[in-house]
């Protein structure tokens, strides 16, 4: 079982930026990829951007590729989520994800952040 503790979403101008963590318990973190998703009010819940378990590959939605860096450290348990030139229709909620490999990275899923970007 792994659980995971979203933190660093506020309000921010069109333009900022935010960093986005996610603390995660258990032995097998360093197995297990990563991912990032969003839902805006309304609709439906989108993949952000996603890390092997080594870190080596990442992956992004093309709405974000150029603005967000996606980043793990193994030793502390963590995933971060660097957000850049945020624009706001990247209002949303903000979830973490993990499963044992990518196309199971959805296995698990904090309780989400909020991020809200005023324009």
């Known amino acids: 079982q792994v659980q995971l503790v979203e933190s660093g979403g506020g309000l921010v101008q069109a333009g900022g930026s935010l960093r986005l963590s996610c603390a995660a318990s258990?032995?097998?973190?360093?197995?297990?990829?990563m991912g990032w998703f969003r839902q805006a009010p309304g609709k439906e819940r989108e993949f952000v951007a996603r890390i092997s378990s080594s870190g080596g590959n990442t992956d992004y939605a093309d709405s974000v590729k150029g603005r967000f860096t996606i980043s793990r450290d193994n030793a502390k348990n963590t995933v971060s989520l660097q957000m850049n030139s945020l624009k706001p229709e990247d209002t949303a909620v903000y979830y973490c994800t993990a499963g044992p490999q990518i196309a199971t990275m959805t296995r698990y899923w904090g309780q989400g952040t909020q991020v809200t970007v005023s324009s």
């Open positions: 258990g032995r097998t973190f360093s197995s297990y990829a």
